[in-house]
């Protein structure tokens, strides 16, 4: 029976409220269906919440992670459940029935405010903190950490007395020990599990002394100690004695790529080198292979060796300790064959991630299969996000350990496929929710200005006299209140706010914290949901413009925060009341380029009924898979991409234009002008484009002899042999061919897969010949470890060489190679040579960069609008990209970025009409010559047109970003830009500069 056939219901459920669990529940929540959001721990967040940076950006971790879960918390479309565990599941897809159970409900969250210093003041037990992976405390009545949503406390029944102290404490009569658990049930039409991973406990693993010796800690650990929000404040500090560590050395693989777990857990080697760069003094870390395979990966490792952090290639065998319990490592450097002794003064284990302890008992429920590993099994390699029972969908770790803006991209695709076995019940289950009327601010109504600093943790506080701060915004015109807060992007905070605002009458709000890039959007939200227009909010940067830049000056960084509060100020009490304007939604999308990746998202848009216009340049669909024989699971490309390609051709909703390119592209989020040219050109409106324009293999001229001898040659050169029959008795692959080079300083992610798959090919059909692979690190991330074991047990020789004394190949097609491991000379006659040369973006890449207006990173590949939360958009609003045209990727992550950038189209295109953004310039055309100086609008905004009156500049308010170039080139003061006017510009600068003379008197 299918969905069609019942009552299909418009809700999800979301299994697991990591960083996985909360980009699905919004994705969903935003297209118009109900979400419940189940998370088994008092808070969502998951190991995201509890990371102090992340790579390769080393941007706050919790400062970019804390406005999501605000928002999935304030969202109405969104029921999170703390606390929660599925236990039945029954139905089939469309129509679910699922009991959860809420557990060890003493807290009422409806009256609980998350006042913990009132209730664990009065606990009398001490208790480890799983937040803080065990090395800070808590009581046994506790809050996760003090930006949890919700932000409610929990009580631990395996460990509470049952003194009762907490319910007579409790002001507001939360507690009742009488409550227990809470059953309910739930009719969803879709499920997601984002079950999420799991740190390796190294106790197993007794050579290296974990739990025994006092200075060897775990990665997880260490994390807490660098953060401002852990139990030193940010201090990394020995557990023996409370010292700084001078030397401290990182261990890799631990708990990883072993007997008993022979699986790479991805992000080992960055988040280590991500530690290490955090450190000061001597850093070391000990590797097998360095695993720099993500975007910007190579480049931020190659940051880490300027800095001093040193890379010894070994596994330690035994980790000793001497009488001031200094660590001693006892290691083979495999580069130089010498065992040694290293005394550091700290020991970081970095820890394989492991499944969550809950898979097991969610597979049974789910009626879903777990690989070998314990993470969740997809459909098969060409349906990643797909489980094998229909309308259960995964992402994120939990199919596998992964990174940040791979489970966010999994996990808006697995949105995608959610969706659309119920796409016709959107907007059925969403409860109507009045909007607030805003309060009218009149331009003569006195400011009344609230100002909210913001401590982070120590983030701020520890550089910075918040109090100080405080108590000097109070004496600024037009302030009626000011306060500090420890974190202000926390729920709890958010609340005050708002509060603040009404009982204050506040008409304008400065909130002094860290950067409006991540942050603002959060506290415009929060004044709307009061009333007050979000323009007449301003945010001062006091950390990264403050605090972080001047942390070894504490009386000028005290100045700077004072003189940047007051210019805030200064700026605010100027502000008037700006509002978005809403514009009609062209239900139609662009995608260009017909690969795997764009060739998915035409399909799920297409799917969800909306029209799609699918753009090839070449004659015919499939990109970069055309030339692949077989996939690296042994998939013949031959037995799928036909009916991929079919399936595209076939559809009512798609348009699919071969042979053709994309000329010109015009207008805003929306409203899209598309000029397509090809046998037949034609202009196309849509609101919303894809870029798919996939990737190509280097032609490695100028490498061992490319293109001078015929037997080099590529690896997709080598597959067409291979399908014709040819056999070989001896072949030497060479490994990083153009790529972690000077010209492209970036691993090309697939090459090691590739090769490895290719060499088990030939060595199945002839064991008895020869296959070589000379490599400087072997990038078999994540399950594909095994394909890595294979080779070997197959018999291929894996070579370890130095870049900077790569392999010759001589006029004979004799190789010649240094081996780092044997440390000796070889020298190789091959019958063939095989070059797995850099995956590079496809061809006029460049110009579809330039005709969209999109930024492009170092590495010659698309930028994304945030490299961690916004993998799939990009600067353009309504732009998105995926598969090869944001970076090298294999075919399962490809489809994957396909169906999230659908998902993100979707977004857009599901509206009737969306709303821009208020901060847009005006013309005042009784001033305005008419000059077309003011033509320099990047997003053809601005143009110059005939009125009776004469030549008068018009900006389009919808396709205006707000960036200012047009105002500040206006030679008469015509163009006025909302809320950044001359006037504020003027007001700041004169505040500024009245500072600077009263400092000086």
Not at 144 to 156: C, E, G, M, W
Not at 448 to 455: A, D, N, P, Q, T
Request: glycine share 8%; hydrophobic share 40%.
């Amino acid at each position: 029976m299918s969905t069609a056939m019942v009552r299909v219901v418009g809700a999800v459920l979301v299994i697991g409220g990591g960083i996985a669990g909360i980009q699905a529940a919004l994705e969903v929540a935003d297209q118009g269906f109900k979400v419940y959001l189940v998370e088994r721990s008092g808070s969502i967040g998951g190991v995201m919440a509890r990371l102090d940076k992340t790579f390769p950006t080393n941007d706050c971790s919790m400062c970019i992670e804390s406005p999501k879960m605000v928002e999935v918390g304030r969202h109405p479309n969104i029921s999170v459940i703390p606390n929660g565990e599925v236990i039945s599941v029954s139905g089939r897809e469309g129509r679910f029935t699922v009991r959860i159970v809420r557990r060890n409900l003493y807290v009422d969250d409806r009256a609980c405010v998350g006042c913990i210093d009132i209730c664990a003041s009065v606990c009398p037990i001490e208790l480890p903190s799983e937040h803080e992976f065990m090395i800070g405390g808590r009581k046994a009545i506790y809050i996760p950490f003090p930006q949890a949503v919700p932000l409610v406390a929990k009580i631990d029944t395996d460990h509470c007395i049952g003194c009762r102290f907490c319910e007579a404490a409790c002001e507001r009569d939360a507690i009742d020990y009488f409550r227990g658990d809470i059953e309910e049930e739930l009719e969803v039409g879709s499920i997601i599990v984002a079950s999420g991973i799991e740190p390796f406990d190294p106790s197993a693993i007794p050579e290296y002394g974990y739990g025994l010796l006092e200075n060897v800690i775990t990665a997880p650990q260490y994390e807490r100690l660098l953060s401002p929000a852990g139990p030193t404040e940010g201090r990394i500090l020995r557990p023996s004695d409370g010292k700084v560590p001078e030397k401290v050395a990182w261990i890799q693989c631990v708990g990883s790529r072993d007997d008993e777990y022979p699986c790479c857990s991805s992000v080992c080697c960055m988040y280590a080198t991500k530690e290490a760069m955090a450190t000061s003094g001597e850093r070391y870390i000990f590797y097998i292979d360095l695993r720099s395979y993500g975007k910007a990966f190579e480049i931020f490792y190659r940051e880490a060796k300027k800095i001093g952090v040193r890379y010894i290639r070994g596994r330690p065998g035994i980790i000793l300790q001497d009488r001031d319990k200094n660590p001693i490592i006892r290691f083979e450097d495999t580069d130089t064959g010498e065992v040694s002794e290293l005394k550091v003064d700290l020991v970081v284990l970095s820890v394989g991630l492991r499944p969550s302890a809950t898979n097991p008992g969610l597979s049974r429920v789910l009626g879903i299969s777990l690989n070998e590993y314990g993470f969740f099994n997809p459909k098969d390699l060409l349906h990643p996000l797909e489980t094998d029972r229909e309308g259960i969908y995964i992402c994120g770790s939990a199919t596998g350990p992964k990174d940040i803006p791979d489970s966010v991209t999994e996990a808006t695709g697995a949105a995608t496929r959610a969706i659309l076995p119920i796409i016709q019940a959107r907007g059925r289950e969403i409860p109507r929710k009045a909007r607030i009327k805003e309060r009218v601010v009149s331009p003569g109504d006195p400011p009344r200005v609230g100002v909210f600093v913001c401590s982070c943790g120590v983030n701020i506080g520890g550089v910075l006299d918040v109090k100080g701060l405080v108590e000097y915004a109070k004496t600024l015109p037009g302030v009626v209140f000011a306060r500090e807060e420890t974190f202000a992007c926390s729920d709890d905070v958010q609340s005050r706010i708002k509060d603040s605002i009404i009982i204050y009458d506040l008409n304008r709000v400065v909130v002094a914290a860290c950067t409006p890039r991540t942050h603002e959007p959060l506290f415009q939200r929060t004044c709307e949901e009061v009333g007050l227009n979000p323009y007449l909010f301003e945010m001062a940067n006091i950390r990264e413009h403050c605090s972080w830049v001047h942390m070894h000056d504490r009386e000028l960084a005290q100045r700077k925060a004072e003189d940047i509060i007051r210019m805030a100020v200064s700026k605010v009490r100027l502000a008037r009341p700006g509002h978005r304007i809403k514009m009609p939604v062209e239900k139609r999308a662009l995608v260009l380029g017909a690969g795997v990746s764009g060739m998915r998202a035409a399909l799920d848009i297409a799917d969800a009924g909306i029209e799609v216009y699918l753009v090839e340049r070449e004659s015919e669909p499939g990109g970069i898979l055309r030339r692949i024989q077989k996939l690296h699971d042994g998939t013949m490309v031959s037995d799928f991409l036909p009916d991929l390609i079919k399936a595209v051709k076939s559809h009512p909703k798609i348009h699919l234009m071969t042979g053709c390119t994309v000329k010109e592209v015009n207008g805003f989020v929306g409203g899209f002008k598309v000029r397509i040219e090809g046998k037949e050109n034609e202009e196309v409106d849509v609101g919303a484009c894809i870029v798919a324009t996939g990737i190509r293999e280097l032609e490695p001229h100028g490498y061992y002899r490319y293109g001078e001898d015929p037997r080099v040659v590529t690896q997709s050169e080598f597959e067409e042999l291979i399908e014709r029959g040819e056999r070989w008795g001896r072949v030497v692959m060479i490994q990083c061919v153009g790529s972690r080079n000077h010209e492209r300083p970036y691993c090309s992610r697939i090459c090691c897969i590739n090769a490895i798959k290719n060499a088990i090919t030939i060595m199945r059909d002839n064991p008895e010949g020869e296959v070589y692979i000379l490599y400087q690190d072997i990038m078999t991330y994540a399950k594909w470890e095994y394909l890595y074991r294979e080779a070997m047990e197959l018999g291929v020789i894996f070579i370890r060489y130095s870049p900077e004394k790569p392999p010759v190949v001589g006029d004979n097609l004799r190789v010649e190679v240094y081996d780092t491991l044997l440390g000796e000379e070889l020298q190789i006659e091959p019958d063939l040579v095989v070059l797995s040369a850099a995956m590079i973006p496809s061809e006029g890449a460049d110009e579809v960069a330039r005709i969209f207006k999109l930024p492009v990173y170092q590495d010659g590949f698309l930028l994304e609008a945030h490299v961690k939360l916004r993998p799939l958009d990009t600067a353009f609003d309504g732009v998105f990209i995926c598969g090869g045209a944001h970076y090298p990727k294999l075919i399962s992550e490809a489809i994957a970025q396909g169906s999230g950038a659908a998902a993100r189209a979707c977004s857009i295109l599901s509206r009737d009409e969306i709303e821009t953004g208020g901060i847009t310039s005006v013309v005042d055309e009784e001033v305005c010559i008419g000059c077309g100086l003011c033509d320099l609008c990047q997003f053809n905004a601005l143009e110059i047109r005939e009125k009776p009156q004469g030549r008068k500049a018009y900006i389009n308010p919808v396709a205006c970003k707000g960036c200012g170039c047009c105002q500040a080139a206006c030679p008469v003061g015509a163009i006025r830009e909302l809320n950044f006017t001359s006037r504020q510009i003027e007001a700041m600068i004169r505040e500024s500069f009245n500072a600077e003379e009263a400092q000086e008197a």
